[in-house]
């Protein structure tokens, strides 16, 4: 828009203000502060979010979007930053958070994991199309969960009448099986095991039975114990499509493949010990 290229009327500029020779005096604000810096003349939108970030990294959240603006004397207001962009003179600028926060899988790490299993029964085995592609993917969750050191949460729906967990599933090492009614994992005895377990911050959620996962995802990511959801292995292949936009929070929630999530809890420790 012809607003967001107007340029800012002419300040002194220079070395002013104490600034080094061949810089320009910069007033970068985020948030309510506002610090004085200087900037090499002719810096451009990437020399000034290194900045931002090195005034500000410890206070920037990196999983959201940002816009940098500048101020304009002739509006009275700030503008978006003009394309093309570059520090002239003297200046006012600012990082401004957008309020969608982006999707990512980045803080998904073993030690602040729990994997919940949900009501993998023998008596769906007959009921449920794709029963034996779901047990196959649960097993893989469950053997990476068991090199990973990641605790897993299993219930199993009135197993009286349904059945136990099917035996291709091995249950070794596992936190807690649970036999319930309620159409929910979100069980007080789950809630206790769940404070047992130091940092947890994310859960990996597969099983059977989409409309108790579903009523887990409702539950949990209204939960302040938790920043991210993710869902696996419902027996429906479009549910992935109907769960993604039901998490209402500023919680994070992902529909994502069992090979997705296993390469990520195995790559990010690297990565952040790199």
Same mark, same amino acid.
């Given at each position: +828009?012809?607003?967001?290229?107007?340029?800012?009327?002419?300040? =002194?500029?220079?070395?002013?203000?104490?600034?080094?020779?061949g810089t320009v005096p910069?007033?970068?604000?985020?948030?309510?502060?506002?610090?004085?810096?200087?900037?090499?003349? @002719?810096?451009?939108?990437?020399?000034? &979010?290194?900045?931002?970030?090195?005034?500000? $990294?410890?206070?920037?959240? +990196?999983?959201?979007?940002?816009?940098?603006?500048?101020?304009?004397?002739?509006?009275?207001?700030?503008?978006?930053?003009?394309?093309?962009?570059?520090?002239?003179?003297?200046?006012?600028?600012?990082?401004? =958070?957008?309020? &969608?926060?982006?999707?990512?899988? @980045?803080?998904?790490?073993?030690?602040?994991?729990?994997?919940?299993?949900?009501? +993998?029964?023998?008596?769906?085995?007959?009921?449920?199309?794709?029963?034996?592609?779901?047990?196959?993917? $649960?097993?893989?969750?469950?053997?990476?969960?068991?090199?990973?050191?990641?605790?897993?949460?299993?219930?199993?729906?009135? =197993?009286? @009448?349904?059945g136990s967990t099917v035996?291709?599933?091995?249950?070794? $090492?596992?936190?807690?099986?649970?036999?319930?009614?309620?159409?929910?994992?979100?069980? =007080?005895?789950?809630?206790?095991?769940?404070?047992?377990?130091?940092?947890?911050?994310?859960? %990996?959620?597969?099983? %059977?039975?989409?409309?108790?996962? &579903?009523?887990?995802?409702?539950?949990?990511?209204?939960?302040?114990?938790?920043?991210?959801?993710? %869902?696996?292995?419902?027996?429906?292949?479009?549910?992935?499509?109907? &769960?993604?936009? +039901?998490?209402?929070?500023?919680?994070?929630?992902?529909?994502?493949?069992?090979? %997705?999530?296993?390469?990520?809890?195995?790559?990010?420790?690297?990565?952040?010990?790199?």
């Amino acid at each position: +828009m012809a607003a967001a290229e107007t340029a800012v009327p002419a300040l =002194p500029s220079g070395g002013g203000l104490g600034a080094p020779s061949g810089t320009v005096p910069v007033l970068f604000c985020f948030s309510v502060f506002a610090r004085p810096s200087a900037v090499p003349h @002719g810096a451009g939108y990437e020399l000034l &979010i290194q900045k931002f970030l090195s005034l500000y $990294g410890d206070q920037i959240d +990196m999983h959201r979007k940002f816009v940098v603006q500048l101020f304009a004397e002739e509006w009275g207001q700030y503008v978006d930053l003009p394309k093309g962009f570059t520090v002239s003179e003297r200046c006012k600028v600012r990082l401004v =958070p957008l309020q &969608i926060q982006l999707t990512t899988l @980045g803080n998904l790490t073993p030690s602040s994991t729990v994997f919940f299993c949900c009501d +993998m029964q023998e008596r769906f085995r007959p009921a449920i199309k794709y029963f034996g592609d779901i047990i196959s993917v $649960g097993q893989r969750l469950l053997q990476g969960a068991r090199i990973l050191g990641i605790p897993v949460i299993v219930t199993e729906q009135y =197993p009286k @009448g349904l059945g136990s967990t099917v035996q291709e599933i091995d249950l070794t $090492g596992v936190k807690l099986v649970l036999p319930k009614t309620k159409f929910s994992m979100v069980l =007080p005895e789950v809630e206790a095991a769940l404070a047992e377990i130091p940092g947890v911050r994310s859960v %990996v959620l597969f099983g %059977v039975e989409t409309s108790c996962l &579903i009523k887990i995802i409702f539950e949990q990511s209204s939960s302040a114990n938790f920043n991210e959801l993710s %869902v696996d292995n419902s027996p429906q292949p479009s549910c992935h499509m109907k &769960i993604r936009p +039901m998490c209402a929070s500023n919680r994070q929630l992902w529909s994502s493949l069992a090979e %997705v999530l296993r390469f990520i809890l195995l790559l990010m420790p690297r990565r952040r010990e790199a």
